[in-house]
């Protein structure tokens, strides 16, 4: 099959998705038409959740696939390549989705592919367990697969990154594969260079209510907007294999204040702790613990929004609404997200910088993944719906309507912070005259932690206290109270630290802010040690 032939079906089923799509009155797009739609036969609820998302992005029907897999989350490679890999293929080869060309000897290259994006839906494996076995302590360690390299010797994967090179006719063995598509700054469709890339998202989440929740989410922020708070979480770690992680939160704290999406930005090692409020939250980006707990046990997202926390095993399993992160994400709100199944490397993961800045110019959620990643064939799982486009509006995409009055504060903040884009001191003074004009906590509080950000710490302490005299919410005003603490603590102005947690406990207080400032006390000063009893044995 030629490549002309298979442009030209591309073409077509396009155009048929338009019309078909024009009668329902669902809008179609040329990314709705380059994307497959897969579901496990095994699992009662997949099929109608197929169906659901297809109907809701006009993706044509021929498009959905059923294959017959494991229902286990984990499968070996064996069943990912008799169940997943091989049937895939024959639909491909039996649709004409691909223009295959024969290269040198044996080998064949994609020269072209109509479907550029798939979607595993809820009920598909996540990952594939490796085929190395552990040697017993008597026995001699067998031989590495591809040298010592210790990245080259695992084969475990997660079944998602494992199909994004299902085209990789000539691989010749399972294991990390160098991205084409790494730092790229087109989408998928124009990208000539890596037509055998297919990206891969599944909409996956412990109940299939959470997975219809998200696809309404993500089409819903497509129409009106995605505003709110960008969280931050950087741990300020000295360690230098763990800086590069603190490295890209930081550039995406620029980022997001550059696009006008103000930023609160979090630099002590602990995560967001229990008591200080997590509210619109449009954006997440955080590390490292094991679960989602502190101020993440009881986040507010808004519609639409995109959280990732780096974790070796954030996405270990995607049933338990509890465990780790992906899963109580999505559970919490969040409509897209990405996780680690088995320990990927911190290089290997997204790189949180990069991911935050394409999505902000605009490209889809899985552009934006796959745009940050070195390496496939590895351990990420990419969860959401891979044409989710949150930010085309702000870049002139033509998805948006007129905000509702909810979100009108978030545009006038916007609109301001853009006014002066990549200058910062002219942002603050913009974000400074539209808080004189309107003093609402929202405005100072984004003022204040914008000057914290640029470095000036006495002026970001004035414009919190104003904003946590203007919030309404006692959650929203007490969060200004810690970040004036954090950035006194930061200061090493320990004396009106400790007088502004004294005199906010004066006022009664609920049990878990009470604990968080208390805590806060004995960080900045911890309480001598006990007296030891009298008569006991003195320590050698």
């Not at 741990?235 to 590069?244: K, L």
């Not at 926390?309 to 559970?331: C, E, G, K, M, Y």
């Not at 940050?372 to 309507?401: C, E, H, N």
Request: charged letters at 25%.
């Amino acid at each position: 099959m030629t490549a002309s032939v298979s442009r030209f079906s591309f073409l077509l089923v396009a155009l048929v998705a338009a019309v078909q799509a024009q009668e329902s009155g669902v809008r179609t797009t040329r990314e709705a038409a380059a994307t497959a739609v897969i579901f496990n036969t095994r699992d009662p609820e997949s099929r109608g959740l197929a169906e659901y998302y297809a109907e809701r992005r006009a993706i044509p029907p021929e498009n959905i696939i059923g294959l017959d897999c494991p229902l286990e989350e984990e499968i070996s490679r064996k069943d990912y390549v008799e169940t997943i890999e091989k049937p895939l293929r024959a639909v491909f080869e039996r649709k004409e989705w691909w223009g295959v060309r024969t290269g040198f000897g044996d080998k064949q290259e994609i020269s072209d592919s109509r479907i550029r994006f798939m979607v595993l839906m809820r009920g598909m494996p996540l990952k594939i367990k490796t085929t190395i076995q552990a040697p017993s302590p008597e026995a001699t360690p067998p031989p590495r697969p591809n040298g010592g390299d210790p990245i080259r010797s695992h084969d475990e994967a997660a079944v998602d990154s494992e199909l994004s090179v299902l085209g990789a006719f000539g691989q010749d063995a399972f294991g990390v594969v160098n991205n084409p598509y790494y730092r790229r700054f087109s989408p998928i469709l124009d990208s000539s260079v890596t037509s055998g890339l297919i990206l891969v998202a599944r909409l996956d989440a412990p109940t299939a209510e959470t997975v219809r929740r998200m696809i309404d989410d993500s089409l819903l922020a497509e129409r009106v907007g995605l505003h709110g708070w960008a969280y931050i979480d950087r741990r300020s770690t000295p360690e230098s294999g763990y800086r590069e992680g603190d490295d890209w939160l930081f550039s995406a704290a620029g980022e997001c204040w550059n696009q006008g999406i103000p930023v609160i930005l979090d630099n002590v090692p602990a995560t967001f702790p229990t008591g200080f409020a997590i509210t619109d939250a449009a954006l997440y980006y955080g590390w490292y613990d094991w679960g989602a707990g502190g101020a993440m046990a009881a986040p507010q997202f808004v519609p639409g929004a995109v959280a990732v926390h780096i974790h070796s095993f954030s996405a270990r399993t995607l049933r338990d609404p509890n465990a780790n992160w992906v899963a109580p994400l999505v559970t919490r709100g969040v409509a897209a997200t990405t996780g680690n199944v088995y320990e990927p490397y911190l290089d290997l993961t997204p790189h949180l910088d990069v991911l935050n800045e394409r999505l902000l110019q605009g490209f889809t959620f899985a552009e934006s993944v796959y745009m940050s990643l070195k390496a496939l064939s590895w351990m990420t799982t990419v969860v959401g719906d891979p044409l989710y486009r949150p930010f085309a509006g702000t870049q002139g995409g033509a998805w948006r309507i007129e905000p509702d009055a909810a979100a009108e504060p978030w545009v006038a903040l916007q609109k301001e912070l853009r006014k002066a884009s990549r200058s910062g001191l002219t942002q603050t003074l913009y974000l400074a005259r539209l808080a004189r004009e309107n003093p609402t906590g929202l405005n100072y509080e984004a003022l204040g932690m914008l000057q914290s950000y640029l470095g000036e710490p006495r002026a970001a302490i004035t414009s919190l206290e104003t904003a946590g005299a203007a919030y309404r919410n006692p959650a929203e005003s007490f969060r200004t109270v810690v970040e004036r603490v954090r950035i006194l603590q930061g200061l090493a102005d320990k004396k009106n630290a400790l007088k502004l947690i004294d005199r906010t406990l004066q006022r009664t207080q609920p049990a878990d802010r009470a604990k968080l400032l208390n805590d806060i006390r004995n960080e900045i000063a911890p309480p001598p040690p006990p007296p030891t009893p009298v008569g006991s044995p003195k320590k050698p």
